[in-house]
């Protein structure tokens, strides 16, 4: 035990398909969501797009070896969804899963465990044009295709998350507008979560089914921890409705198979619901054996709106976010708030026990000075990643039963609507030569895995 973790905590870095493969018309593979939204004018910055990326696709066997030179335990990657089943349905397209195979056998033959999410947002394009996530048939389409690559997998990989941050795809692709496919409609979004949480129930329960060894099913929520700006009824309120819809529309039905009760009455105050049916919440709430955190950081809700309404134009109780006083901040513009880490997972021991934790993603976005010296001097990273790795041992201290730690992430990448021009690697990667550079957090993790052995 060193540093308040034991043996048997599990150190990773994490990556996702599209933001690092490439390659995204080889073998066989057809667009998703993020192609078709990386096409939209004005959508990412820069005008990016993931065609390729980090080329991981082609530089994979290099690629494993340096995560093999962190010495970390385990490897969080995705699988793309349109490589392993172009168009979303129908047979398993041989030369885009082989590619995952090939994976997994490097992994393992590193003495790393590969740690597989099922979907990191890259709908097949098809599966959008048919409704997307909104629609009830593509939970079924989602069990279907985590089924191709379970068959495949299994054999080798123990650590099965079916779907990351079901927020993201909801919020901000069919609300928000922000993230593929674009889409703004609060129904839809509504639509979708449940849809999203069906389809990792369904996938869950069929992989089980099919499971003969032990295995490790999950998902995971991001979660920021939703905190008042004052102890004032408004604000305790406001904190309260971004609790629900971030957190616990999720939680609550996966542990505990309900909807909570203020969030169902908050969206018939609005006009909505959760498009149930009998039996859904049985599926949704098969058992999990970890839930994935994703945390990158606090937040506090206000009641009021700056000119001190209660209401926004529409009538609707006023939601908003406040800055955290005296934090800095990253170069996402998001506070660093380590405590607030502790928080959320001591929080979610106390309010969902018995469902150990494994951090899937934590980390920064700085903009560091340029490589020198055969590094980067990214110490506002490492500060962020040695602060927050406290917090994690603070909450273990207090109870909470998180096993494992994955940096976001192992190297630089597409950030999604951001591009390229937001940098959470803990390797810098220069796009012109695909040259990987270690950080000096990427040298400060090493080193701190090695102490804690
Ligand atoms: C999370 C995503 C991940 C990355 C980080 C910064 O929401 O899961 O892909 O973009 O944020």
Known sequence: MSHGFPASFQWGVATSAYQIEGAVAEDGRTPSIWDTFCRVPGAIDGGDNGDVACDHYHRMPADVALIKSLGVDTYRFSVSWPRVQPGGRGPVNPAGLAFY???????????????????????P??????????????????????????????????????LNEPWCSAWLGYFEGVHAPGRRSFDDAIAAVHHLLLGHGLA?????????????????????????????????????????????????????????????????????????????????????DVLGVNFYFGQDFSGTSPAGSETDEAGRPVVRE???????????????????????????????????????????????PPPADGTVADLDRLDYLRTHIAAV?????????????????????????????????????DYETQQRTLKQSAQWYRDLISRSR
Do not use: C
């Open 101 to 123: 195979d090939r994976l997994t056998d490097e992994l393992l033959g590193a003495g790393l465990n590969p740690w597989v999410t099922l979907y990191h947002w890259d709908l």
């Open 204 to 288: 869950t329960q069929r992989m089980r089914a099919a499971a003969t060894r032990d295995h490790t099913f999950g998902i995971t929520l991001n979660m920021g921890q939703a905190d008042p700006a004052t102890d004032s009824p408004l604000d305790v309120a406001a904190a309260r409705r971004a609790d629900g819809m971030g957190t616990r529309i999720y939680l609550d039905p996966l542990h505990k198979g309900a909807y909570p009760a203020d969030v169902v009455a908050d969206l018939a105050a609005r006009g909505t619901s959760l498009p149930i049916r009998d039996g859904d919440l049985d599926i949704i709430s098969t058992p999990l």
């Open 322 to 368: 406040v800055p955290i006083p005296d934090r800095p901040r990253t170069a996402m513009g998001w506070p660093v708030t380590p405590e607030r880490f502790t928080k959320l997972l001591v929080r979610l021991h106390r309010d969902y026990p018995g469902l150990p934790l494994i951090v899937t993603e934590n980390g920064a976005a700085f903009d560091d």
């Open 393 to 429: 041992a603070d909450a273990r201290a207090q109870g909470a039963d998180v096993r494992g730690y994955f940096a976001w992430s192992l190297m630089d990448n597409f950030e999604w609507a951001y591009g390229y021009a937001k940098r959470f690697g803990i390797v810098h990667v």
């Open 125 to 162: 394009q098809e599966l959008e044009d048919a409704g997307g996530w909104p629609a009830r048939d593509t939970a079924y389409r989602f069990a279907d295709y985590a089924m191709l690559v379970f068959d495949k997998l299994s054999d080798r990989v123990d650590a099965w998350t079916t």
